[in-house]
């Protein structure tokens, strides 16, 4: 497992990067209390997940760049089935 600070530097080039507050430590940590492994968080990460998570939130008067891992959690939380779309996400990201 790799460290949190690099693996958040490692996906900074991710799709929503600049809209997560503090770019992606929390939402790692977050992720990793609800048992996903490194490549399933770096799919989740990776992809426009985290952008529907933002266009979701209860809190629409949040500026750009303010989202947080409960942004991404709430988003998770809500959205059926989640885990079968893991799967699918770590298919399209890492398997050619």
Request: overall charge positive; some cysteine; glycine content about 6%.
């Amino acid at each position: 497992m790799k460290p949190i600070k690099q693996f958040a530097q490692e996906l900074s080039d991710a799709y929503s990067t600049t809209r997560y507050r503090g770019g992606w430590a929390g939402c790692i940590r977050m992720l990793r209390r609800r048992r996903y492994n490194d490549t399933e968080i770096e799919a989740i990460i990776r992809s426009k997940h985290t952008r529907w998570a933002g266009d979701a939130s209860d809190r629409p008067d949040r500026p750009y760049g303010k989202l947080t891992s409960t942004d991404l959690a709430k988003y998770i939380d809500n959205y059926k089935d989640f885990a079968d779309e893991v799967e699918d996400l770590v298919r399209g990201t890492f398997e050619s």
